[in-house]
């Protein structure tokens, strides 16, 4: 499976960003597609993950109400709405396509990875 992440960039606290996170190729064994994001001098941690039929969703405690995550199955196509963003959310945020078992939330069950996209959220 190929990954591509965009809609990154540089932006105010409290406003608003969407991430898109397009697939492309052997998608018929990608059971969930999640993204997670690696900070300067941080482990890449966990941020939400989406199942592949878009029915089941997951998201760290640091986001959850404030992030959301969503799939358009004709464009599989992942999005991240991410909204009152706060400076700690600054980071390289990947999304990975898992098809294996493993808990959603570490990396290691997500076999393939899209280029990551920079968040910058200025205080």
């Known amino acids: 499976v190929q990954l591509q992440a965009s809609g990154g960039g540089l932006v105010q606290a409290g406003a608003s960003l969407r991430l898109s996170c397009a697939a492309s190729?052997?998608?018929?064994?990608?059971?969930?597609v999640g993204w997670f994001r690696q900070a300067p001098g941080k482990e890449r941690e966990f941020v939400a993950t989406i199942s592949w039929s878009g029915s089941t969703t997951y998201y760290a405690d640091s986001v959850k109400g404030r992030f959301t995550v969503s799939r358009d199955g004709p464009k599989s196509t992942v999005y991240l709405q991410m909204n009152s963003l706060k400076p700690e959310d600054t980071a390289v945020y990947y999304c990975g396509a898992r098809d294996r078992g493993g808990s959603v939330r570490s990396q290691s069950a997500y076999k393939d990875w899209g280029r990551g996209t920079q968040v910058t959220v200025s205080s």
């Open positions: 190729g052997r998608t018929s064994s990608t059971n969930f």
